[in-house]
Nanobody, 123 residues
Framework: QVQLVESGGGLVQPGGSLRLSCAAS????????MAWYRQAPGNQRESVAV???????TYSESVKGRFTISRDNAKNTVYLQMNTLKPEDTAVYYC?????????????????WGQGTQVTVSS
């Protein structure tokens, strides 16, 4: 079994910063993509930042220049540093990972989601 556990959400004033963490655990052979999504009330879940193994991170236009995604591969952990937060950043943030697991004599890649962490930007 694989689990993604997120932490770091909370309430912050506009202009403030938060750092989200997401740690993957379980029978992991390798992790390809790690990403952050968010979903505000009444909206669809949207991609915020994506990190592919060995690739250049990509960001949504709404967070580019303010958010930074990073990974600690030794710890199977992805981070999202969020600076200059705005009220419109308020949402539940979800971690996603495409993880290679052993299955019998082979390996398969499956997508996993974290439980979500609430980020509220308000004065």
């Amino acid at each position: 079994q694989v689990q993604l556990v997120e932490s770091g959400g909370g309430l912050v004033q506009p202009g403030g910063s938060l750092r989200l963490s997401c740690a993957a655990s379980g029978s992991i052979f390798n992790i390809n993509t790690m990403a952050w999504y968010r979903q505000a009330p009444g909206n669809q879940r949207e991609s915020v930042a994506v990190s592919t193994s060995g690739g250049t991170p990509t960001y949504s236009e709404s967070v580019k220049g303010r958010f930074t995604i990073s990974r600690d591969n030794a710890k199977n952990t992805v981070y999202l540093q969020m600076n200059t937060l705005k009220p419109e950043d308020t949402a539940v943030y979800y971690c996603y990972a495409a993880i290679v697991i052993r299955q019998g004599a082979g390996r398969v890649t499956a997508g996993y989601w974290g439980q979500g962490t609430q980020v509220t930007v308000s004065s």
